[in-house]
């Protein structure tokens, strides 16, 4: 969809644009009712769960669990007379992204849907979604939302989308192989906070058990730019671009130096088994390959069942930073639901009637306790604890709290960019050169090269 550069030059011009300060999610030229859209919103007497008329509206996911979302579906249909949701899923997140697009050209864009955080930029500036505030803010108080999640989601002070199906990296271990390695194994006492402790369990796990490797995570750039922010190193310019439009990734940095080194030096000891895409690294986790994983914390439910049946315990660890440096926090990832333009009347209200039902803390709270997801609520963690959950599933809270404890920073909000998954690409392109033998700085300064091209040309679809 083309981005209507002439209407945000205009409002710069004419000083409609305001800076903001770190704690949104970016600086971006907003219309006389203060949103990214024009399209009028009238959702009638909202929190009734109810339409102006009979109206059926479609759900896109792209997390998968489409079995639950219906689940969660049927708990708000049940409770209306009017208003019939039904959840398909449509791919994955770039899948969804596009046909959104598309839906809205052909005029029948679905009443709601489930998008990528790195898709908020181009959401908004592009008038693809209706912002969530001005659906359902007067029900809502964002102050629910941990700060976490509301420093990327809040666009000149206003919620762009309702954060849903929140994540970040997350690390789990065979509790199993540490025990026979001789290592501490409790979630308590395992030693994994920093680079050096995982070399040296990688070590002990190799050399005393019949793992093959210490750790594995996918190729994937999300996992760098949790790094990054760990180190408390912004990997863009213009405060990860939140202030203005990044120019000049930060990639010779002397962070990104150490994060490089050390994956090398675990590369080439055996101790990093290289996996290319998720399901290959939660398949050498489980195999007993590899006895350190990182992975989303979504994955979490499932990478628990998956080591009970393949006879070993597994638990929640902690992704690695340099010691030196301190632990600045981790990045948000996963999604948010948003409300395409293009939808109004009955479908308007019941679409703003069903995001107000999902951020609810019950059905926040259902969705974290039957995937690994976080909610954005913090009392929908006191949901799951007053049904117990935390008592069956103390990794769910550990990993939930590595998340939240974070200094709340440009480098922990994260990347805000347009192309930011050419970005991710261009990352993990250098990461293939590192494997083959590139020195680390030859690595970074053709990976900045690239990423710096991708900026300029960003920079001239950002309409800030």
Request: overall charge negative; some cysteine; hydrophobic content about 35%.
């Amino acid at each position: 969809m083309k981005v209507n550069r002439s209407r945000r030059r205009v409002l710069k011009a004419t000083g409609v644009a305001a800076t903001v300060g770190l704690g949104t999610a970016g600086c971006i030229g907003a219309d006389d009712n203060g949103s990214g859209s024009g399209q009028t919103v009238d959702v009638g007497n909202l929190g009734t769960l109810e339409a102006s008329e009979e109206v059926e509206i479609d759900f896109w996911i792209s997390i998968g669990a489409q079995e639950l979302a219906q689940r969660i579906a049927d708990g708000f249909n049940e409770q209306s007379e009017t208003i019939t949701v039904s959840v398909s899923e449509e791919g994955d997140y770039t899948e969804v992204w596009n046909q959104t697009q598309q839906s809205q050209v052909a005029g029948d864009p679905p009443g709601i849907v489930h998008l990528n955080a790195i898709h908020t930029l181009p959401a908004w500036a592009e008038d693809v979604v209706i912002p969530a505030e001005r659906l359902i803010g007067s029900e809502i108080d964002r102050r629910n939302f941990v700060d976490a999640v509301n420093n990327y989601y809040i666009i000149e002070d206003s919620l762009l989308g309702l954060p849903f199906g929140v994540s970040s990296v997350a690390c789990t271990y065979n509790r199993t192989a540490f025990e026979a390695a001789g290592l501490p194994a409790h979630p308590d006492d395992v030693e994994l906070r920093t680079m050096a402790d995982w070399k040296q369990a990688s070590e002990a796990l190799v050399s005393g058990t019949d793992t093959d490797h210490g750790a594995t995570w996918p190729k994937i750039g999300w996992f760098y730019e949790t790094y990054h922010a760990l180190l408390g190193q912004n990997v863009l310019n213009n405060d990860n671009g939140r202030a203005a439009p990044a120019t000049e990734s930060y990639l010779d940095s002397q962070a990104s130096r150490r994060i490089y080194e050390w994956n090398k030096e675990m590369y080439d000891a055996e101790y990093y088994q290289l996996t290319q895409e998720w399901s290959d690294a939660r398949q050498a986790f489980l195999n007993g390959q590899s006895a350190i994983e990182l992975d989303s914390s979504a994955a979490l439910a499932g990478l628990a069942g998956g080591a009970a049946d393949a006879g070993f315990e597994a638990g929640v660890g902690t992704v690695p930073t340099d010691a030196e440096s301190g632990r600045e926090g981790k990045i948000v990832g996963g999604g948010a639901l948003f409300v395409p333009t293009g939808v109004d009347g009955p479908k308007l209200e019941a679409a703003a009637e069903f995001m107000l039902w999902m951020a609810q803390p019950e059905q926040q709270a259902e969705w974290h306790m039957s995937t690994g997801y976080y909610p954005a609520r913090a009392d929908a963690i006191e949901v799951a604890e007053q049904q117990g959950f935390y008592e069956q599933a103390p990794q769910f809270r550990r990993a939930f709290e590595q998340f939240t404890d974070r200094t709340e920073s440009s480098a922990t909000a994260g990347v805000f960019t347009y192309d930011h998954s050419e970005i991710r690409s261009e990352i993990t392109n250098g990461l293939d050169r590192l494997y083959a033998g590139d020195p680390v700085e030859d690595v970074l300064a053709s990976t900045k090269t690239s990423v710096d091209s991708v900026l300029d040309r960003a920079s001239d679809a950002d309409p800030r």
